[in-house]
């Protein structure tokens, strides 16, 4: 490796010297300056101890792919263990955009290596099940029965499934003079509905009213880290699609109830800049995108008097809780220390959680493609939650929801349910 402090200089293969990704994958190349800064942060680098399994090490390895060297599989098999939890980006001081990169370096890679048929056909399940809600629910129906058979990263979602049946929740009706439009997502319908019942009875507590998108479905994310661009595409033009004549009427924010989908959608902008008949809608979407999390903190004031009033009519209890903060939401969306204050002002004890920058190891499709890291990564995760004996673990994404889950007898939920509880009295 260079030394600390030396610009990274980079002379682009003619294939993508002129190109969009070229030029932005150079721009990101140039930022990082080889101080290391990252590595700590780094969970694949803290599991394996070699470079090549760091953010620097895997940022070399795409400068010289993208200088035109031979790819192999073993590169592949270096970006394929990076979970894309971007804790380099917090971590880094020159703010490169690692996550950026890795997509660029991830689909030029996908272009010049060939997969094993097994790999294949693994990956291919994955893009044409799972962000399919009908055909997660036909899944599950299946796995219930199957459940005592079941590796524990399969068994895990269908206990989670198994909650939610007998917790659906009722969605608020009255119209109110605010509106935010919420995108459900394809998991989370067929896992836990509880989730956007609870957020929406969060908000119309605060005088906002939240219409589920009919239409909609996944955000992308999962065919976009599998770098299966024209799925993606169409999973993004079609929520556009969807979106576009509530946002004409006025309302005022999509929200997300899965950190990784909002995160996801502040990317629409970016993933259709190149078409005309999108860019601007894409675009405006992007910037109406919220985590329920930024919503919440946003109406804080609201929050606050609504739990006042709800605590005349409850009974005090303060049950202590172990908050996972998801990647998404402190890494990619730069949310952090909101949820804590949201539940802490809500009543509930927050117990300490060593090394939470920390990815949990649910990462998508990466318990699935990446069994054993994953397994590693959520044992430190559940040690690190467990260890100031809470009574509930609360994340703020429903692909941690079931991971961690997976993983523990303290029962898991996400963190708006919490404070829905506390507003329903
Ligand atoms: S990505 Fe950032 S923290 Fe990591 S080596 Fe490069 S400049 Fe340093
Ligand atoms: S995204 Fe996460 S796993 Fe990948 S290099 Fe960065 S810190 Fe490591």
């Known amino acids: 490796m260079r030394d600390c402090g030396e610009v990274m200089r980079t002379a682009l293969a003619d294939f993508i010297r002129d190109t969009p990704e070229g030029r932005e994958a150079q721009e990101i190349l140039r930022a990082c300056v080889h101080c290391g800064f990252c590595l700590p942060a780094c969970p694949t680098y803290q599991l394996l101890g070699d470079e090549l399994d760091s953010p620097r090490g895997r940022i ?25 939890c971007r804790a380099c980006e917090s971590a ?44 997660v629910r036909a899944l599950l129906r299946v796995a219930r029965i199957a459940r005592p058979l079941l590796p524990r990263q399969l068994a895990a979602p269908v206990s989670a499934a198994r909650a939610a049946d007998s917790r659906r929740e009722p969605w608020p009706t009255a119209a109110r003079a605010r509106r935010v439009l919420l995108l459900p997502g394809c998991v989370q319908p067929a896992v836990r509905p509880a989730i956007d019942a609870a957020a929406a009875r969060v ?15 996944c955000c992308g994310a999962l065919a976009h880290h599998l770098s299966a661009r024209r799925e993606t595409l169409h999973q ?34 970016r993933l259709l800049r190149d078409d005309p008949d999108y860019a601007a809608r894409a675009a405006r979407v992007a910037a109406l995108a919220r985590d329920i999390a930024q919503v919440a903190a946003a109406e804080s004031e609201g929050l606050a008097a609504a739990l006042r009033r709800a605590a005349h009519r409850q009974a005090p209890g303060m049950a202590r809780v172990a908050f996972h903060a998801p990647c998404t939401l402190q890494h990619a969306l730069q949310v952090s220390g909101t949820v804590e204050s949201l539940l802490t002002a809500a009543g509930f004890a927050l117990t300490p959680v060593a090394d939470r920058h920390q990815c949990c190891g649910s990462a998508g499709t990466y318990s699935i493609l990446q069994p054993q890291l994953s397994a590693r990564l959520l044992r430190l995760k559940v040690a690190a939650l467990e260890s100031g004996t809470p009574d509930l673990i609360a994340t703020a994404n429903i692909g941690c929801l079931m991971h961690i889950g997976g993983g523990t007898s303290v029962p898991v939920c996400h963190w708006v349910e919490l404070l829905a509880q506390r507003l329903d009295g």
């Open 236 to 269: 993004v033009r079609r929520n556009v699609d969807a979106l576009w004549p509530h946002i004409e009427a006025g309302a005022e924010a999509v929200v997300v109830t899965a950190s990784a989908c909002a995160s996801m959608l502040s990317e629409y902008g």
């Open 203 to 217: 908000l119309d507590r605060v005088g906002i009213s939240t219409l589920a998108v009919d239409g909609t479905g």
């Open 60 to 84: 070399y390895l795409m400068k010289q792919l993208l200088e035109g060297e031979p790819v192999s599989a073993c590169t592949q098999l270096h970006l394929d263990r990076c979970l894309t």
């Open 92 to 135: 880094c001081p020159s703010g490169v955009q690692y996550g950026r990169l890795l997509d660029i370096g991830r689909a030029l890679t996908e272009e010049r290596v060939t997969r094993t048929p097994a790999a294949l056909l693994k990956r291919y399940l994955l893009r044409k099940l799972v962000p399919h809600t009908d055909r």
